[in-house]
């Protein structure tokens, strides 16, 4: 087969199974999925900081010996 005999099986393969959203949703849909991760990541900055004081209590054998 040849590229010239794909093209029209693409096509007429387009024409029977439309796309159930129009083109431009499907990078919104992307962009907005990566933006929610990249929050999420966000969200988790600097986690380990800020409970670092809490191993410095009296009685906790976890913490650094001094």
Same mark, same amino acid.
């Given at each position: 087969m040849t590229l010239?005999? $794909?093209v029209p099986l693409v096509i007429a +393969?387009? +024409?029977?199974? &439309?796309l &159930?959203? &129009?083109n431009?949703?499907? &990078? $919104?849909? +992307?962009a907005s999925?990566?933006?929610? $991760?990249?929050?999420v990541a966000w969200s988790y900055r600097d986690v380990a900081n800020r409970h670092a004081g809490k191993s410095m209590r009296g009685g906790d054998h976890h913490g650094p010996s001094v």
């Open positions: 010239s005999s $794909l +393969a387009e +024409a029977a199974n &439309p &159930p959203v &129009p431009f949703v499907f &990078p $919104l849909i +992307a999925v990566f933006t929610l $991760l990249g929050f």
